[in-house]
């Protein structure tokens, strides 16, 4: 899987549990898509289920300390929401930086996040625009919404393509997001 597809999933999707048959069926069709084993056309479902263990999984290696309990859920119109508990202060740290005593006793403690995406695809283009993001029952939209991207997400995680498009790989033409599950579909002929 790509570093900019990771990133676009991360950003919206911040499992439910370890060692299930679900980290082998998103994991492995993950992987067929990364070998191109599935033909011109092929339509690759992945249902929250199988994704929420993938991610679960993968969050150690994407995102790092701080951060638990993340599950993803899909809805009309590209909609995803993620749910996850973050300890920005652990996020902060796992990333070498050493934040001042005040920013410290501000970040400090786990909670709980919501994130909600629109995610648009065509034509083997994606974009990935967050909606709302609500931390601890506080909702950020708008200039706040944006100030929040600019200032914490793109510094921690500067390939996050957040309201900009980029090239899907391994011959993806777009993204059907519906609720419970998102088909992959693959350009054809």
Known sequence: MSGQLKSGLAVFCLG???????????????????????????????????????????????????????????????????????DFLKVRQARGDKPSWLMTQLLAGER???????????????RVDVLRVVVSGVVAEGRTLDFLIRNFLLPNFPDAKIGKDFSMDYNIDHLEIRPGVVTVVLRGR
């Open 112 to 126: 709980p996040v919501e994130i909600t995406v629109r995610v648009t695809s065509g034509a083997g283009k994606c």
């Open 16 to 86: 439910c549990a370890l060692a299930t048959p679900g980290v082998t069926n998103a994991g492995a069709k993950f992987h067929g898509l990364a070998i191109g084993a599935y033909p011109q056309g092929a339509r690759v479902a992945i249902t929250n289920r199988e994704f929420n263990v993938y991610l679960q999984s993968e969050i150690p290696f994407v995102i790092g300390p701080g951060v638990r309990n993340a599950r993803v859920e899909t809805d009309a119109g590209n909609i995803a929401r993620g749910y996850l508990d973050i």
